[in-house]
């Protein structure tokens, strides 16, 4: 079952409450703020904080400061 990209409006970060990122090749819901990376089971994203996984420096290729 596809994740369905619609819900990315309803969603938000369990952790800041922010926007959360879609990644389509790697099938998670990123928050840049919180550098968390929450997993997405059977189209059904796992908002947990205890389950996200983290996210180390090298993922970050979407800052845009220098
Ligand atoms: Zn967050």
Do not use: H, W
């Not at 959360?20 to 928050?31: G, N």
């Amino acid at each position: 079952m596809a994740f369905d990209t619609k819900l990315m409006e309803i969603l938000a970060c369990p952790v800041c409450k922010g926007k959360l990122d879609y990644d389509k090749a790697q099938q998670e819901l990123i928050c840049k703020f919180d550098r968390l990376a929450y997993s997405i089971d059977n189209g059904i994203p796992v908002l947990l904080e205890n389950e996200a996984r983290r996210l180390v420096l090298d993922e970050e290729n979407t800052e845009q400061e220098s």
